[in-house]
């Protein structure tokens, strides 16, 4: 049987989308990266075609509306048949359509603890309200900004001496093993039971549910 096929979609430098090559290029993620797709020229494609990864550029910039850069991205990701559609710092916002149409087949990485910090500049954010543990989560895509059920979460300890800038890079470490780690446990289920099973269960920690090498441990009776 062939892996099941993913597609990736970022906007800018990719390091998750690299974490996730890696993870799959060292067997520890059963998959394969049919394509990683970008809404602008992002640095991130160049370092995956150079891998010998499928990369394709669709710009929002070429598109007056909305709804048809939404409509060329779709017939591109379709073209590639992906079982996952893997959101690694893909900075739009997609519409009830487009969500509508990849329905429970879409994850994202957000740098928070959701639910707290939905949107951007969550490390200065969360500073700033005095948080004590920060982190990243992996949650299925719906039509509200970072708000589909989340799926894991790998928290990250807040340092007396950390400013954004120190926060993001200790919690950027730990979305390159959150995301392959979830992906593969999201690839562990059927497509059939994989939404449904993963949204309705409480999110799965890093720290507590996976082991080293990001398999998911499966506690008695949870
Ligand atoms: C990550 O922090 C991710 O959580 C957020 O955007 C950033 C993307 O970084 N959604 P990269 O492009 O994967 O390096």
Redesign the pocket.
């Known amino acids: 049987m062939s892996p099941a096929g993913l597609v990736v979609l970022?906007?800018?430098?990719?390091?998750?989308?690299?974490?996730i090559a890696d993870a799959v290029a060292q067997q520890r993620l059963p998959a394969r990266i049919n394509a990683v797709i970008a809404d602008r020229p992002?640095d991130?494609l160049e370092a995956m075609a150079e891998r010998g990864i499928d990369t394709a550029l669709v710009e929002r910039a070429a598109y007056a509306k909305r709804a048809d850069f939404e409509q060329a991205l779709a017939e591109v990701i379709e073209g590639y048949a992906p079982e996952l559609i893997v959101?690694?710092?893909?900075?739009r916002v997609l519409s009830r359509d487009f969500v509508e149409r990849f329905d429970q087949r879409m994850i994202?990485?957000?740098?928070s603890l959701l639910p707290k910090f939905r949107g951007l500049n969550t490390h200065a954010r969360a500073l700033a309200d005095g948080e004590r543990e920060h982190g990243?989560s992996v949650h299925w895509v719906t039509c509200e900004l970072d708000a589909g059920p989340v799926i894991a979460n790998a928290p990250v300890a807040v340092q007396a001496d950390d400013n954004p800038v120190s926060l993001?890079a200790r919690?950027?470490k730990q979305?390159h093993r959150l995301y392959p780690a979830t992906v593969a446990l999201l690839l562990s289920k059927p497509v059939s039971q994989r939404y449904e099973y993963f949204s309705n269960q409480k999110s799965l920690r890093l720290d507590r549910d996976f082991d080293d090498a990001g398999r998911w441990i499966q506690h008695p009776g949870g």
Do not use: D, T, Y
């Open positions: 970022i906007s800018g430098r990719g390091s998750n989308a690299l974490a992002a991130g959101m690694a710092g893909f900075m994202n990485i957000h740098p990243a993001a919690v950027l979305e």
